[in-house]
């Protein structure tokens, strides 16, 4: 190969690089820069028999929405990021296939080709937005078609490794009772997870739980049940695979086969009972308490201690041969949070009730009214080392392969706080966890670290804790990606009063299966005022409820119920009520709960029970809850007319300082605000909501206080409230919540009423300031051009002629309307005038015509005392005016003045006698009466007398009729 020959491939492989590199930064210059920015958002996809599906998996919850536009499939996120596609650009799926995006307005836009026709179906897992494009048959009736397809889909989806919830989640499956039958079992949820409800007519007492992949549901007393409406949803591929009845005398008891891996959740509503199988751990939400009893005879008893004790049942199991014993319960999700075994029995784990595996004959089951007692004539086999008088929880190990409550939580501060040694106080702790962080290498120090932030959390050391993680993630920032350390620096800034950082921990792909989490976020969801939030994680998270420490369970449930509350969800609210009073509660949470159930009260009409228990509250001295009633009270107690605003208002200012930093002072402050409002006080409403808007800016209710203080700033400045304040009050207001202008034209118009109305009362300078301020910052174009015409006017008005000449050139446009323009023009020419440029004024004058124009020439020779031109238009003006006999018009009075002067002053008596004869009757009373007399007049006087008098009146009233017809303008629209 020649050097000619190199020389040439080199060239040709440069040119292409060349090019490549052009074709690159050309498309940078016309891509939107925001997404380089953007996170990247995985993208997964697959293929099944009948639809192929798209998966986009984000670190974070997200809205979208998603439709099919004739062969594109569109999909919009509020959220902007990079979608990595993987292969499917070049592989395709089934159905889906050449994507592509963009990012508008901040969010990510995504399209697909339809490759073939197809029925849409997508919903949330998680942080994953999974889209499904399903199969339609060819050769069907619409109805057999849909039915294909989602039985098809149904299939199909369960083998897939995204659970997900089907086309029928909301199908409802029952079958007519047999003709003996009490009732039929209803069905719903879909196949993977399905709900079974028994719609007793009565009050029933239940057990459940799940033994050995079997699930059993006791009801105390006999009935026949109809379980038709099941064979639909039974099968080897379901999750209940087979079901049974087990004949017992006094209960009615089914059995039915599981898949592994199933939890169970039981709930009433009235006297339906409800069974809900759950991929996910659940325990019951009112545990029942069990333990060692000492006992009156031989040896310990072993006692579960509850409420509502319903009968007791001792049943063979069918599968296994073994006998288990029952005992059923009345409140809904009241069971056994953790499986334990001793010698002689094991006690399940339940959904509702109690159930015990019996290893021996010799044991005696007892009811009691508050509980059930297990014992043996000879005494169980149990330990004594660990005694009381009443019961003592035992801490056996779970048996291998089952999940026990601690791989459930990832939050344990019970746990934490007890330190090394339990047995220790803090002080001691603290210094054996310190010196255990002295002695490690830097490669242990980060574990030495995480156990005393444990420890400082556990102890309700928040800021101490937070900064131990803090050090920990200096050294790992990896560390961030581990939920266990996500969730507890989240729960540390909920503890630290740092809502927004720990929702944003405690919202993570990693944490999506954390029951902890869930209960958790809701608190600080709670307290940014993000109720829909805080309920459908509180939801999520009440599976574990029970497994917390009585006081934490008290802080999820009543995030729940103020959510609950503000939300109007009232029947869930109730429903949480009633069980938080079955747990132990501080003093501060028991009257925050008689607070909720005063709300409950008034809402249901009873107002005046209702002020009592505010009363009661109130009077129980607790500060935060004393606070919250007054507040409560006072608003009854205003809505009942028992006491007027302003009363009202001198109580609220007091209570300012009773409670600061959460719902309650933003609840304050807002009322204070609209009462103040109400009371025509619209400086101190404004500020007092400006100070909540301020204060809670990260609230969800801020951006309704927001809009409130708009329409407030609206009222004023656009429907003319602002009109009952003193023009200077108005103008300050004005500007100290421009914010609040609206955009658009409405708010122009708000700005343009207010700049009228101070012209109308001569504050000039104020209406130039703010007309100044919308052009400079506001408008554009033809609408900033129109309003510098206003501007304009008002420097000629205040004398300023230069600044009009200034604002006008500033804003003039190429192409503007042709009323604008002409106004415009006319304008710029009084302006000239006042600035003595008569022929340039006059010159812009020439292509116009019309009264106002004509008056604009008439002041031009008056104030540039060109008397013959004054003579001549005035004639032309007048006409034979003088005929006429209606009265003249201010402006023709003020013609005949000048005509009058003009003649005085050019020696022409001749003509000054026909003007005294013409117009002597119309000018003889009213305005210019006098003058008219004098200048006309036949006595003899002096020339020069008679100029200096002329010359005097034309000083006075010589642009008199201009000002008086823009002020008339400004003040008709400012009316």
Known sequence: ?????????????????????????????????????????????????????????????????????????????????????????VEPV??????????????????????????????????????????????????????????????????????????????VQSAPPASNADFAVRVSGTRDVPVLTYPWDREVKAAVFIRHNILWVVFEGKAVIDQSALSAWIGPNSTISSFQEVPHENATIFIYTLAPGYFVKATKEEHAWTVALKPNYSVAMLPIDIGQQRGSGNGENFFFSFEGVGSLFTVKDPIVGDRLFMATASEPSQGVIKSREYPEFRVLETAQGIAVE???????????????????????????????????????????GEQTAEDVRLIDLSKWKAGLDRHADFNENRRELLYALSRVTDDERNQARWDLARFYLGNGFAADARGVLELMREQEPELLESPEYRAVLGVTNILSRRYEEAVKLLTHKGLATELDAYLWRSVAEEALGKDEKVLADYRKGSDILSLHEPRDRARFLLSAIRAAYRTGDLEFMADQMTILRKYPLSAEQLTELDYWQAKLTELSGNREKAEGEYDKVIKAGVRKTSAWAKLALVNSELESDKINAAEAIDRLEKLRFAWRGDDFELELLSRLGELYVQQNEYRTGLETLRQAATYFKNNDKTRELTKEMSAIYRDLFLEGEADRLAPIKAVALYNDYRELTPLGPDGDLMTRRLADRLVSVDLLDKAAEILDHQIKHRLKGIAQADVASR??????????????????????????????????????????????????????????????????????????????????????????????????????????????????????????????????????????????????????????DIRRLTQSIASVDRLETFMDAYRSEFASNSN
């Open 1 to 89: 190969m020649t050097f000619g020959n190199l020389r040439n491939i080199f060239s040709e492989q440069f040119h292409r690089i060349g090019i490549a590199i052009f074709a690159l930064l050309l498309a940078l210059a016309f891509t939107d820069t925001g997404a380089f920015a953007q996170d990247t958002v995985q993208v997964r996809n697959g293929d099944h028999p009948t639809f192929s599906r798209i998966v986009f998996d984000w670190n974070d919850p997200v809205e979208y929405s998603a439709a099919i536009i004739g062969d594109k499939l569109r999909l919009t996120f509020d959220q902007a990021a990079t979608p990595d596609f993987g292969v499917l650009p």
């Open 94 to 171: 089934r159905f889906l296939g050449d994507p592509s995006y963009s990012i508008e307005d901040g969010r990510l836009v995504v399209t697909m080709d339809l490759r073939e026709p197809g029925r849409l179906h997508h919903f949330v897992m998680d942080n994953k937005v999974v889209i499904d494009v399903i199969q339609v048959a060819a050769q069907a009736t619409a109805e057999e078609r849909e039915e294909v397809a989602e039985e098809e889909y149904v299939d199909a989806v369960r083998k897939d490794p995204v659970k997900i919830t089907s086309l029928s989640e909301q199908m």
């Open 358 to 400: 019996l290893f021996s004959d010799q044991l005696d089951l007892v009811r009691y009214r508050n509980g059930v007692g297990i014992s043996s004539e000879k005494g169980l086999s149990m330990s004594r080392s660990r005694l009381s008088s009443k019961f003592v929880m035992e801490k056996d190990e779970q048996a291998d």
């Open 791 to 944: 501007l304009a006017m008002i420097y000629i008005l205040d004398n300023k002629p230069q600044e009009a000449l200034k604002i006008l050139r500033f804003t003039r446009q190429a192409q503007t309307p042709e009323d604008i323009e002409r106004r415009r023009r006319l304008i710029e020419a009084r302006a000239l005038v006042e600035l003595g440029s008569f022929e340039e004024a006059e010159v812009m004058l020439s292509e116009y015509q019309g009264t106002e124009v004509e008056q604009l020439r008439s002041d031009i020779y008056w104030k540039s005392e060109n008397w013959p031109q004054v003579i001549a238009h005035s004639n032309s003006q007048l006409g034979s005016r003088w005929q006429s006999e209606q009265p003249l018009t201010p402006e023709e009075r003020l013609t005949v003045l000048r005509l009058a002067v003009a003649l005085s002053l050019a020696d022409e008596d001749e003509g000054l006698a026909t003007v005294r004869t013409h117009y002597m009757d119309h000018m003889r009373n009213g305005r210019y009466a006098d003058a008219f007399e004098v200048i006309t007049a036949r006595q003899q006087r002096s020339g020069d």
